[in-house]
């Protein structure tokens, strides 16, 4: 089993969320800080832990990222981390993977399952570390964690998802 240590340069997580019921929006946070113990020879033995500076938000829009940081939906300043601990992994193909775990959002803790692609190791030209690239998605049920704000529309449905989409990116370094 190998340690690899999350490269906060080089990963993200991104979300994309319906608004106005006809197109998405789209933020990603930055600050991503994690541990994966992972051998590609045995997926099922893998465990991750990784935290999410729920501060490091970018949408694009600063208004809309203070509105999304605010109590109305992330409330950062007394949230100020997303976390995410495995519990199960299971081979899914080549390369592939079921990862099931514990997500916190705002302080409460609900299990969700990612489908994980994984590739690598390589050798980084700029100094020789070696990385392993790690990719995953979910979909969520914003409400389930709390973040329920919305307006209703004229036709009465709501003017954001209930669901949002999560696209994890990660390199991550070998820990010598």
């Not at 051998?39 to 099922?44: H, I």
């Not at 893998?46 to 208004?63: F, Q, Y």
């Not at 193909?93 to 489908?115: H, Q, S, Y």
């Not at 409400?143 to 994890?168: C, H, L, P, Q």
């Amino acid at each position: 089993m190998s340690i690899w240590i999350v490269d906060p340069d080089h990963s993200v997580a991104a979300f994309a969320v319906k608004h106005l019921k006809i197109a998405y929006v789209r933020g990603q946070f930055n600050g991503i800080s994690g541990t994966i113990i992972f051998d590609p020879s045995d997926v099922t033995r893998t465990t991750v832990e990784a935290t999410i500076e729920a501060s490091g938000l970018i949408t694009g829009i600063r208004k809309r990222d203070d509105h999304v940081m605010s109590a109305d939906f992330i409330e950062a300043a007394t949230y100020p981390f997303i976390t995410f601990r495995s519990t199960k992994v299971e081979g899914a193909g080549e390369n592939r993977a079921k990862m099931t775990g514990d997500l916190t959002i705002r302080g409460i803790t609900k299990p969700v399952t990612l489908d994980v692609e994984y590739s690598g190791p390589v050798k980084s030209p700029f100094g020789g570390e070696i990385t392993m690239g790690f990719s995953a998605t979910a979909v969520i049920d914003r409400f389930a964690y709390g973040v329920s704000w919305n307006e209703i529309m004229e036709d009465g449905g709501f003017m954001i998802d209930r669901d949002v989409k999560i696209t994890i990116d990660i390199e991550a370094d070998l820990r010598e």
